[in-house]
């Protein structure tokens, strides 16, 4: 079956712009997470839905960042007024509703922020 | 606070030669986690092995061995005759197991592993 898929691979973009990042999880996973890469701070948790529950927003590093995620499937995690700091490679994982539970993720969104 | 520490940030071997990636790790939590995954030069992590708290058997498949040891708080990761399609950076990572609550994934920094020919 399918995987988890990312768009666009990669995103160059101009300081202040704003940025769109989709995820498609696998078909009937009920959790989805949103993860960044970057050099300096490796691998970094950002925010986390369940289901229909209200997501996990803990990991956001500012308000300039947001997610959603419609009908139980597709993610869209937004960010406003892109600074450079925001470069980074953006990942997201997908699971079932499973005690063990193991994450499987895309292939990331390389955001460059010129 | 959990962490994993992954404290060989880069290891180069001749191919066939055998090598062991060390993980760390520290949490509070009885019910916990492991992970390891694995990060080609193409980018994409791919899943390798989930071990939970109360399971400390070790696991083999094929040339990968995995040794829990909770303890020292480890779960290392052995490659066995490495071949040059194992160079990748491999990562060590931790989620707490509460049924229902986010299993977010606190990651090692990941070790770079180049198999020479």
């Known amino acids: 079956g399918a995987g988890v898929s990312q768009s666009p691979s990669n995103k160059v973009t101009e300081k202040g712009k704003d940025v769109e990042l989709r995820c498609d999880p696998i078909?009937?996973?009920?959790?989805l997470y949103w993860y960044r890469q970057s050099l300096g701070q490796g691998l970094e948790f950002l925010i986390y839905?369940?289901?229909?529950?209200?997501?996990?927003k803990s990991g956001l590093p500012s308000d300039r960042f947001s997610a959603e995620r419609t009908g139980g499937s597709v993610s869209t995690l937004t960010i406003q007024r892109t600074q450079q700091e925001d470069s980074a490679v953006y990942l997201c994982?997908?699971?079932?509703?499973?005690?063990?539970?193991?994450?499987?993720f895309g292939p990331g969104t390389r955001l460059t922020v010129l | 606070a959990q962490k994993v520490t992954q404290a060989q940030t880069e290891i180069s071997v001749v191919e066939k030669e055998d090598v062991t990636l060390d993980c760390v790790y520290e949490?509070?939590?009885?019910?916990?986690?492991l992970f390891w995954y694995k990060q080609p030069p193409s980018g994409e992590l791919v899943f390798l092995i989930r071990?939970?708290?109360?399971d400390e058997q070790n696991e083999i498949s094929g040339r990968y061995s995995w040794n829990f040891q909770k303890s020292t708080s480890s779960f290392n990761f052995t490659i066995t005759a490495s071949q040059v399609v194992d160079s990748a950076v491999y990562f060590c990572?931790?989620?707490?197991?509460?049924?229902?609550?986010?299993?977010?994934?606190?990651w090692g920094l990941g070790t770079s592993l180049a198999v020479n020919p």
């Open positions: 839905f369940q289901g229909n529950s209200a997501p996990d």
């Open positions: 994982a997908s699971s079932s509703r499973l005690i063990t539970d193991t994450q499987y």
């Open positions: 078909s009937g996973h009920t959790a």
């Open positions: 949490t509070r939590d009885t019910t916990y986690y």
């Open positions: 071990r939970n708290s109360f």
């Open positions: 990572a931790l989620s707490e197991g509460h049924a229902g609550n986010n299993r977010k994934l606190i």
